[in-house]
């Protein structure tokens, strides 16, 4: 959701070398998007984590933006010695390394707005000429998989590792693939959704529904993804990379905020709830049902 903002940086200030910081498992990812001149990983936890930031002041940061709400963060970019450290503050927060903070109003109700639409405000507020882009990266940034391809399937994004909530039952899922005996899925997932990838596909027919959870590195699910006609996914990073590379989605949202976490390139998707569920988010996604969610597999283009 940070990436168009990072885009608009880039037509807004030509003249300026960026930076990202990021996790190294993200890296890869991130270069092939061509988003900044330098990726950076993040150093691994331990007594010497601060010091690498305090390494980085030999390459002269000037700014620093943080889009996290992070004491950790702010701590980072000071050590790192830039002396601008752009942020968001909270009311009731303190953030006191900042040099510029955008304070939020009182009045803007989080929860009732897109994560973007802070930070519209807050780029704003400090003199960005360009507004985000929100088109789709295109697709041919990422390398053939070779046998990992299967154009025109149907992905599915059964896992969610920071909340068991945010899934689909397995059951659910399974029946989404009996409902379309003539379609070919994909199911896609880290090493820690393998458990639920393995149940779905278990007694498929691999050339029908092929596993690949945990089998890719981040550009190989990408790549994957990009080969799909269609995703269907719990709220999750991979919807929002789909969603960024311009495939066709359906999101299933239970527990989690849509209103705040919705998928924001323009691409089609569709976002599904349970029946009864607040528009905030709040139900349990175990009473969306497959055939409710195959009605939108078939209608949505």
């Not at 507004?131 to 046998?147: E, L, M, R, V």
């Not at 529904?209 to 981040?218: A, E």
């Not at 998928?263 to 497959?290: H, K, N």
Request: net charge neutral; charged share 15%; proline share 12%.
């Amino acid at each position: 959701m940070a990436l168009p903002f990072i885009r608009a940086l880039r037509v807004s200030r030509p003249d300026a070398e960026i930076t990202l910081l990021s996790r190294p498992g993200f890296v890869p990812l991130l270069e092939l998007l061509g988003v900044a001149d330098i990726v950076r990983p993040l150093p691994p936890g331990g007594p010497d984590y601060f010091a690498h930031f305090a390494g980085l002041r030999s390459s002269y940061p000037d700014t620093w933006i943080l889009f996290t709400n992070s004491f950790r963060g702010d701590l980072e970019a000071r050590l790192a010695g830039a002396p601008q450290r752009f942020g968001i503050l909270r009311p009731g927060k303190g953030r006191p390394f900042l040099t510029h903070a955008y304070q939020v109003p009182e009045a803007f109700d989080e929860p009732k707005h897109h994560q973007v639409e802070l930070w519209k405000h807050f780029f704003r507020h400090f003199g960005l000429d360009a507004p985000p882009d929100f088109s789709p990266f295109p697709s041919y940034a990422f390398p053939s998989t070779g046998a990992l391809d299967l154009p025109g399937a149907i992905g599915l994004i059964a896992g969610s590792e920071n909340d068991p909530l945010k899934r689909w039952p397995a059951g659910h899922w399974r029946r989404l693939i009996e409902l379309f005996p003539a379609e070919r899925f994909v199911l896609l997932g880290t090493a820690g959704d393998v458990p639920i990838t393995s149940a779905i596909a278990s007694g498929f027919n691999p050339a029908r529904v092929r596993n690949l959870g945990g089998k890719t590195t981040l550009p190989e699910f990408a790549a994957v993804v990009a080969s799909c006609r269609l995703l269907v996914t719990n709220d999750t990073g991979g919807m929002h990379l789909a969603n960024a590379l311009g495939v066709p989605l359906i999101a299933l949202f239970g527990p989690t905020n849509p209103i705040r976490t919705a998928p924001v390139f323009s691409a089609p998707y569709r976002i599904l709830q349970p029946p009864s569920c607040p528009p905030a988010g709040g139900g349990s996604l175990a009473s969306l049902t497959p055939e409710a969610v195959a009605v939108s597999v078939r209608d949505l283009p």
